[in-house]
């Protein structure tokens, strides 16, 4: 095999995601969404942990970049239990949760809000039913 039949993308360590005001990208994402908060680097970037993968939270520094946000889906083991604690803080949901697929070893669950920066984000879960053990 030679390296470029070897090659292939492994995982993620970083998402950037646009703002367009940064303190109130940083409160949203650190105090609602209760992501641990790194460091902030200039200009005007600010970087979370979200499970191994790091989350770079800036203003975007070229008109090219200044769009919104891929959808970033947040794993859950509770979707419901999440949702709830995300409504007590004040987030806008687009979707309540709801079923989206049933797979042969469970169900994949999904709920849609906006971050405080009018990004769409998602929460999934990958739900065991009791019939599938």
């Given at each position: 095999m030679t390296a470029a039949t070897e090659?292939?993308?492994?995982?993620?360590?970083?998402i950037a995601v646009n703002a367009k005001n940064l303190e109130r990208a940083?409160?949203?994402?650190?105090?609602?969404?209760?992501?641990?908060?790194?460091?902030?680097?200039?200009?005007?970037?600010?970087?979370?942990?979200?499970?191994?993968v790091r989350l770079l939270v800036g203003l975007p520094d070229r008109p090219e970049i200044d769009h919104p946000a891929s959808i970033i889906y947040y794993s859950v083991p509770d979707i419901q239990a999440a949702h709830q604690v995300l409504k007590e803080r004040g987030v806008a949901?687009?979707?309540?949760?709801?079923?989206?697929?049933?797979?042969?070893?469970?169900?994949?669950?999904?709920?849609?809000?906006?971050?405080?920066?009018?990004?769409?984000?998602?929460?999934?879960?990958?739900?065991?039913?009791?019939?599938?053990?």
């Open positions: 090659f292939g993308l492994r995982g993620i360590r970083q940083i409160r949203f994402y650190r105090d609602i969404l209760g992501m641990r908060f790194l460091f902030e680097a200039p200009p005007q970037m600010a970087f979370f942990d979200c499970g191994g949901f687009i979707t309540a949760p709801h079923l989206v697929a049933r797979m042969p070893d469970h169900e994949l669950w999904l709920a849609d809000f906006r971050d405080s920066e009018d990004n769409i984000l998602a929460l999934l879960s990958e739900v065991r039913s009791a019939t599938q053990g």
